[in-house]
Every structure is written in structure tokens, then in C-alpha cells.
């Protein structure tokens, strides 16, 4: 057994892109800000903040949150901020330090907890070190903070932060004769910059004071009060790191979540020396391809860098099967706390991945919410938020009266959470498929004497099932979940021979909590 957070196991996330989601009057902002309501360009700041966020916080609270997971809030000259200039401050438009702490002592009021996004593969051409690199060259203390090309070591040439439009066909050039995309940058730049981006230098964190300086970072946001991290690009970052930080931030916080981006199953680094869990896109993209159906949007799919070659259209044994791969991959303790994520601000938004089809996104969340690990919405797909890649997956949260159709996917939304909360069988409990017939799925989450079956019907027609369910007689009550309500459409009853006949309505679900 792995030393996993009970917290976590018990959490409901919900992903936030500070720009995005709320701006607060009491945030001056140090000049004009693209228009609210238009859609996102790569670059324009919409204005969002962190005391936006503590004014929304009780919404969050009625909705089931118990923890946030923001995106980058150091100071950066970008609208995500992973290009950090200042990872000891928090960016003065989304409020500076004043701003996280009224955040974290709130959500810490209300129950929540606050993960934040540290990005220590590389920062932004704004960062100290760098900066100095570029002023001084050579004779810099900081050099081997980075990787720099030879010429740059031997004071022949400064680096070029700023290359027009040659340096990048230059580069392109090189990584079409074979030259990877950090040599490729050295050679072209005078620094290794992440896949090759000007504005993100690398950082070599196996130099000791720059190691030290990323550690202490870490450890000093968790003395501030946060309750974790969400590690940008980890496996880009090798040479023990990993297991020193793990090491450094238990020892501030011992409660502290470590989550790290890896969108591919790598068991390796769930062994208890490194992460607590991954995001995980590989479930994200079975559960996709099965809620999806005949929806899904492969032209969306296919433009994306992952999902292009992960999601495949599953029936209900396909991601049973796939359910049962990744789980016998690690600890279960490690698969309890998994970050189950259905989107985020690297992906399209969930409903526009099933070509707008809110049915879909409704079964792709009754499964994110009733399987083990940590449920994360990401904001605004309680409403059925649409967005096609970055930058339209990061549109403003749209504040005002709901439609009544965004009303009906919140109320769906909140109902799941509330489930959840009110389940321990659902939260840590055993999980077995007791079904899987075309289209639909059964499964059973159990835990002591408390037990719930869980249907998908991922079809074009009803599905009628049969459950054998050994040692989970007694009364079976559909539980409303939303508009999804009990009726003869959406039943489940004993049949004399004991077993469980259910019965569920095209492209949906329901849940059946069982009791003797």
C-alpha cells in the first residue's frame, strides 16, 4: 500500500484558468484588457483574477468543489503564465500575493483545497537568471542554469532571446536533417528552449544552486498554505529531481498533493518516490470514446497532438477492459487518488470532442464521477462550455443567468458531486463490471454494507440488462440525478431469480443504490 491522501480520495476538483474565469473590481488593472465576451486570442489578457475567484467561491461550494487546481498565477508576460519572469510572486493582475491569500484563507474557510501549477522545466525569458544570461553572457554566474550552445560558453556570441522569423526556419531546418528540438534551439538561439519556443528556456535542474532555488519555491508557496502541485511536463525532468522534491514538500506539508502532467500510463513514477498520481488522459480518452458514440468529432480529434492517437470508439467491454489495464497498472491507493479529468487548457472542451452532443457529456461525467480517483472539471463544463484547441478552450467563464439548458447540465453536475460526497462506496470503494453488452456498461462500486450499480448506455436505443449480483439482495432505488429521473424508462428491479433486470433509456445512465 501506497501513502496516498485520504483528502483526496474525497475531493471533487475544478480546474481553473485565472484569466478566465472572474475579474474583481477591487483588482486595478494597469490598462485595457481584451473584451470579456469576444473570443480568446493567443495572447490577450481578459482580466481575470484571483479575487475574482473568492467572490465565486460559494457557487463553487453549492456546485460540490472541495479543492481548486489553478494554472499558473506567478508573475509572466503571458495570459497562462507558464512562461514565469517570478516564481516568488504572484502576478500583480491577477492581484499579487494579497490576492492567494484571501483565496487560500477563504477556500480554506469553506472546506477547499488549493493546488497550484509549478511549472520547473522552464520558465519565461523574463526570469532573473535568464536575463542575466542575456545581458552578461559568458561571465554570468547564472550560466549553468541553462543550457547554452558552446559559442555562447566561450564568449563568442550572446544569446538571442528575441529571433526574428529566420532563427525559426532555421531551426526547422535543423530538426528536418534529424537535429532535435532543444540542440536545434542551442545552436539557433544560444539556449536550449522547451520544444524549440523562443520564450521558454530551459532550465537545468540538476545544477545545484538552480535545483536549490526550484526546491525552495516549492517549499515556500506550501508554507504560504497551499495543499499542492500540478508538475508541468515532469517526465522532461530527470537526474532524482523528482524524488527530492517529493521528499522536500512532504516534509512542509505532509498532506501536500503531487500531481504530475504525464498524459501517458507510466507506472514507474507512482511507486511512492515520486508523484502521488497523473492527470489522467488515458481514462479521459477511453471514457471519451466510449460516451461519445456516433458523436464524437474526429476532425477535432484528429487535429489534437494526443488525442489524435489515443482516442478510439470503445463499446461497454472495450472500456471495461481498459478500465481494468489501467488500474492493474499501480497501487490502487495510487488509482484512488488519480486527477480524473475530462478536459483542461490543453485539450478542446469535453463537449465539443463529442460534436456538441450534451447527452454524451452527460454519460462521460456519470462515469468521471462514480469511478475511483478524484473527479476535475474543468471550468465551465458544469455548463456544457464549448471550445475547439488552444486558445478557444480557454474562453471567459460566462457569468450572468444560466440558460436553461446550462441550469439542467449544472444541476446534473451538482447532483453527481453530491452522490459522491454522500457515497463512501462511490469515493474508495471496490469497483467490478458486472455488465457489458454492446453499447452499455454496468458496473458495481461496493464498500462494507453500502453498494450502488452504475449503468451507461452509450447506444442509439434502450438497453435492457440483466445483473447477477451475488450477496446484493434486498431494495434497488434509481437515484434522480438531474432531469434524469426514475420512471419506466429508467428502472431496476429484482426478478425472481435474483438477478438485477435494469433497464435505461438511449444515450444515458443512471445510478441504483442497492440495500438488504
Known amino acids: 500500500?501506497?501513502?496516498?491522501?485520504?483528502?483526496?480520495?474525497?475531493?471533487?476538483?475544478?480546474?481553473?484558468?485565472?484569466?478566465?474565469?472572474?475579474?474583481s473590481d477591487r483588482v486595478a488593472k494597469p490598462g485595457p484588457m481584451e473584451p470579456w465576451d469576444l473570443p480568446p486570442t493567443t495572447h490577450g489578457l481578459k482580466g481575470g483574477d484571483l479575487l475574482g475567484i473568492v467572490e465565486?467561491?460559494?457557487?463553487?461550494?453549492?456546485?460540490?468543489?472541495?479543492?481548486?487546481?489553478?494554472?499558473?498565477?506567478?508573475?509572466?508576460?503571458?495570459?497562462?503564465?507558464?512562461?514565469?519572469?517570478?516564481?516568488?510572486?504572484?502576478?500583480?493582475?491577477?492581484?499579487?500575493?494579497?490576492?492567494?491569500?484571501?483565496?487560500?484563507?477563504?477556500?480554506?474557510?469553506?472546506?477547499?483545497?488549493v493546488v497550484l501549477d509549478g511549472v520547473f522545466n522552464h520558465s519565461g525569458r523574463g526570469f532573473?537568471?535568464?536575463?542575466?544570461?542575456?545581458e552578461v553572457g559568458a561571465q554570468s554566474p547564472y550560466r549553468d542554469w541553462l543550457y547554452l550552445d558552446p559559442e555562447v560558453l566561450d564568449g563568442r556570441r550572446m544569446l538571442r532571446p528575441f529571433p526574428g522569423p529566420e532563427a525559426a526556419e532555421e531551426q526547422r531546418r535543423l530538426q528536418a536533417e534529424g537535429i532535435g528540438a532543444g540542440a536545434a534551439s542551442r545552436r539557433v538561439l544560444g539556449y536550449e528552449a522547451w520544444w524549440?519556443?523562443?520564450?521558454?528556456?530551459?532550465?537545468?535542474?540538476?545544477?545545484?544552486?538552480?535545483?536549490?532555488?526550484?526546491?525552495?519555491v516549492a517549499e515556500h508557496w506550501l508554507r504560504f498554505g497551499i495543499d499542492g502541485w500540478r508538475l508541468d511536463v515532469a517526465e522532461e525532468i530527470d537526474g532524482g529531481y523528482w524524488e527530492e522534491f517529493r521528499a522536500r514538500c512532504r516534509?512542509?506539508?505532509?498532506?501536500?498533493?503531487?500531481?504530475?502532467?504525464?498524459w501517458h500510463p507510466k507506472p514507474d513514477w507512482l511507486d511512492g518516490r515520486h508523484f502521488d498520481a497523473l492527470m489522467n488522459y488515458p481514462l479521459a480518452e477511453a471514457i471519451m470514446g466510449f460516451a461519445g458514440g456516433r458523436s464524437l468529432d474526429w476532425r477535432v480529434i484528429h487535429e489534437h497532438h494526443e488525442y489524435g492517437r489515443s482516442i478510439v470508439t470503445r463499446d461497454g467491454a472495450s472500456l471495461a477492459a481498459e478500465i481494468d489495464?489501467?488500474?492493474?497498472?499501480?497501487?490502487?491507493?495510487?488509482?484512488?487518488?488519480?486527477?480524473?479529468?475530462?478536459?483542461?487548457?490543453?485539450?478542446?472542451?469535453?463537449?465539443?470532442?463529442?460534436?456538441?452532443?450534451?447527452?454524451?457529456?452527460?454519460?462521460?461525467?456519470?462515469?468521471?464521477?462514480?469511478?475511483?480517483g478524484a473527479p476535475c472539471i474543468y471550468y465551465g463544463d458544469e455548463l456544457a462550455m464549448e471550445g475547439h484547441q488552444d486558445p478557444d478552450c480557454r474562453r471567459s467563464f460566462p457569468h450572468g443567468p444560466l440558460s436553461e439548458d446550462q441550469a439542467a447540465m449544472r444541476a446534473f453536475v451538482r447532483d453527481l458531486a453530491s452522490l459522491r460526497h454522500g457515497s463512501r462506496a462511490l469515493r474508495d470503494g471496490e469497483l467490478r463490471c458486472v455488465a457489458a453488452q454492446g453499447p452499455a456498461i454496468a458496473l458495481l462500486r461496493s464498500h462494507g454494507g453500502e453498494a450502488f450499480v452504475v449503468v451507461a448506455n452509450a447506444g442509439e436505443e434502450a438497453s435492457a440488462l440483466d445483473l447477477e449480483l451475488a450477496g446484493h439482495g434486498g431494495t434497488a432505488t434509481v437515484l434522480p440525478?438531474?432531469?434524469?429521473?426514475?420512471?419506466?424508462?429508467?428502472?431496476?428491479?429484482?426478478?425472481?431469480?435474483?438477478?438485477?433486470?435494469?433497464?435505461?433509456?438511449?444515450?444515458?445512465?443512471?445510478?441504483?443504490?442497492?440495500?438488504?
Not at 471533487?12 to 472572474?22: E, H, L, S, T, W
Not at 524549440?196 to 525552495?216: D, I, M
Not at 491507493?333 to 456538441?356: C, F, K
Open 128 to 134: 532573473w537568471p535568464f536575463h542575466h544570461v542575456a
Open 325 to 372: 489495464r489501467l488500474a492493474a497498472l499501480v497501487d490502487p491507493s495510487v488509482t484512488a487518488v488519480q486527477l480524473n479529468l475530462l478536459g483542461s487548457h490543453d485539450a478542446p472542451r469535453l463537449r465539443t470532442v463529442m460534436g456538441g452532443d450534451t447527452a454524451a457529456v452527460r454519460l462521460a461525467m456519470l462515469l468521471q464521477f462514480t469511478l475511483p
Open 251 to 262: 516534509a512542509v506539508n505532509p498532506e501536500a498533493y503531487l500531481v504530475a502532467e504525464i
Open 481 to 516: 440525478i438531474g432531469d434524469w429521473r426514475p420512471g419506466a424508462d429508467r428502472a431496476a428491479a429484482w426478478d425472481d431469480g435474483g438477478h438485477l433486470a435494469v433497464r435505461v433509456p438511449a444515450r444515458s445512465g443512471l445510478v441504483v443504490r442497492l440495500e438488504h
Open 196 to 216: 524549440g519556443l523562443p520564450a521558454l528556456p530551459k532550465l537545468n535542474t540538476n545544477h545545484p544552486a538552480a535545483r536549490e532555488y526550484l526546491l525552495g
Open 56 to 113: 465565486h467561491l460559494d457557487e463553487l461550494k453549492d456546485l460540490g468543489v472541495t479543492a481548486l487546481y489553478m494554472t499558473p498565477v506567478f508573475a509572466s508576460a503571458s495570459n497562462h503564465r507558464y512562461h514565469t519572469d517570478d516564481y516568488l510572486t504572484v502576478d500583480p493582475i491577477l492581484g499579487g500575493d494579497a490576492a492567494l491569500r484571501e483565496l487560500i484563507d477563504e477556500a480554506h474557510r469553506r472546506g477547499m483545497r
Open 1 to 23: 500500500m501506497i501513502d496516498t491522501h485520504a483528502w483526496v480520495r474525497d475531493a471533487v476538483f475544478y480546474q481553473i484558468f485565472p484569466d478566465r474565469f472572474a475579474s
